[in-house]
Nanobody, 122 residues
């Protein structure tokens, strides 16, 4: 059974940084792409970035470019989301997910983590 476990969320002041981790267990998803999403209260789930295990390639939502950086460590079966210059509007639950095809839509993603809360204070 595949499990995705996020960690690294918390409370941070505006302008600060956090690094989220998502560790995959159960089986190797080397042919999959990993996505990062977030969902703020009362809002729809929002795509942030996607990254491939195979070569680390991927893409970002335009508004996330520059402040958010996705990376992966294949040896640790872990993907990361480095978040810099955080703003109060970045407050949300952040999720990682796995899909056979890279996408900025949530529907293709088969496996999801439980989410980690990020709160940015002003």
């Amino acid at each position: 059974q595949v499990q995705l476990v996020e960690s690294g969320g918390g409370l941070v002041q505006a302008g600060g940084s956090l690094r989220l981790s998502c560790t995959v267990s159960g089986r190797t998803l080397s042919s999959y792409a990993m996505g990062w999403f977030r969902q703020a209260p009362g809002k729809e789930r929002e795509f942030i970035a996607a990254i491939r295990w195979s070569d680390g390639g991927g893409y970002y939502k335009d508004s996330m470019k520059g402040r958010f950086i996705a990376s992966r460590d294949n040896a640790k079966n872990t993907v990361y989301l480095q978040m810099n210059s955080l703003k109060p509007e970045d407050t949300a639950v952040y999720y990682c997910a796995a899909s056979r095809t890279m996408s900025d839509y949530a529907s293709p993603y088969e496996y999801w983590g439980q989410g980690t809360q990020v709160t940015v204070s002003s």
